[in-house]
Nanobody, 124 residues
């Protein structure tokens, strides 16, 4: 079974930085498209970023473009989300997810396997 181990969430002040890690067990991340998503209480899950499993291409939601960076380290079987210039509206539970298709999309319904999520809180 595909399995993710997420880490890096926590409390950070506005303008600060945080890096999230998504390590895979029992499968190789380079065989899948990987996405990062977030969900705040009472709100729909929204796509944040994704990275292609075959080309390494990336895509970002307009709300995070220029502030967040997604990357993949195949040797470590880990995907990262570097988050800079964090704002209070970035507060949410962040999830990593995988899908067999490798084209770029941040539509949650198109992803097959999900991690448990990690809480990110941006507050002074």
């Amino acid at each position: 079974q595909l399995r993710f181990v997420e880490s890096g969430g926590g409390l950070v002040q506005p303008g600060g930085s945080l890096i999230l890690s998504c390590a895979a067990s029992a499968f190789s991340l380079d065989s899948y498209g990987i996405g990062w998503f977030r969900q705040a209480p009472g709100k729909e899950r929204e796509g944040v970023s994704c990275i292609s499993g075959n080309t390494g291409g990336t895509y970002y939601a307009s709300s995070v473009k220029g502030r967040f960076t997604i990357s993949r380290d195949n040797a470590k079987n880990t995907v990262y989300l570097q988050m800079n210039s964090l704002r209070p509206e970035d507060t949410a539970v962040y999830y990593c997810a995988a899908r067999l298709r490798k084209d770029l999309t941040i539509t949650p319904q198109l992803y097959d396997y999900w991690g448990q999520g990690t809480q990110v809180t941006v507050s002074s």
